[in-house]
């Protein structure tokens, strides 16, 4: 499980991590292509289930990460038409980890970052049981960025700007 401020490359076995989510969240399966493949993706069943009042009150934060958003499929699509050959590779808000397998599938070096930790162990639990190796994941806060995130060749997001802060 990741932590705020601290990279991870998640726990060492993804049965357990998807046992731990289990017992959070009610979990669906999503087929979706990963570039050349089928892979199936677990999320919670409904976003809406997962909406906290004091969270929402606090910073208007809302479960957005918890659900395979259109501009994440046509980010995907796009991220697909890429070879990696090592390049790294950030995504801002990754969601369930969709865009982040497809890049590791093409051989990109992938750090994901959310502003909820959950949406990272889903991410890093998505590429493992799709047989893919685990990203590096990141908690970030946009309003306080970290300066040590490094550099990428690519940088991608999709469907992230919600609020105005």
Same mark, same amino acid.
């Given at each position: 499980?990741?932590?705020?401020? %601290?990279?991870?490359?998640?726990?060492?076995?993804? &049965?357990?991590?998807?046992?731990? +989510?289990? !017992?959070?969240?009610?979990?669906?399966?999503?087929? +979706?292509?990963?570039?050349?493949?089928?892979?199936?993706?677990?999320?919670?069943?409904?976003? /809406?289930?997962?909406?906290?009042?004091?969270?929402?009150?606090?910073?208007? !934060?809302?479960?957005?990460?918890?659900?395979?958003?259109?501009?994440?499929?046509?980010?995907?699509?796009?991220?697909?038409?890429?070879?990696? &050959? =090592?390049?790294?590779?950030?995504?801002?808000?990754?969601?369930?980890? @969709?865009?982040?397998?497809?890049?590791?599938? %093409? =051989?990109?070096?992938?750090?994901?970052?959310? @502003?909820?930790?959950?949406?990272? /162990?889903?991410?890093?639990?998505?590429?493992?049981?799709? =047989? #893919?190796?685990?990203?590096?994941?990141?908690?970030?806060?946009?309003?306080?960025?970290?300066?040590?995130?490094?550099?990428?060749? #690519?940088?991608?997001?999709? /469907?992230?700007? @919600?609020?105005?802060?």
């Amino acid at each position: 499980m990741s932590r705020e401020g %601290q990279t991870t490359c998640g726990p060492p076995d993804w &049965q357990s991590l998807a046992d731990a +989510l289990g !017992r959070r969240f009610v979990i669906v399966e999503h087929e +979706l292509s990963l570039a050349d493949r089928d892979c199936r993706l677990l999320k919670p069943r409904s976003p /809406d289930e997962l909406i906290d009042e004091e969270d929402f009150n606090r910073d208007e !934060r809302l479960p957005y990460w918890a659900d395979v958003w259109p501009s994440a499929l046509c980010l995907a699509a796009r991220v697909a038409a890429e070879a990696g &050959q =090592g390049r790294r590779f950030l995504e801002l808000g990754c969601g369930i980890g @969709y865009v982040c397998a497809v890049a590791i599938h %093409q =051989g990109f070096e992938v750090l994901a970052s959310d @502003y909820y930790a959950e949406s990272l /162990d889903f991410t890093w639990l998505n590429a493992r049981r799709n =047989g #893919l190796p685990g990203p590096e994941t990141k908690l970030v806060d946009w309003r306080s960025f970290p300066a040590d995130l490094g550099r990428f060749d #690519l940088v991608a997001a999709a /469907d992230v700007l @919600y609020e105005k802060d």
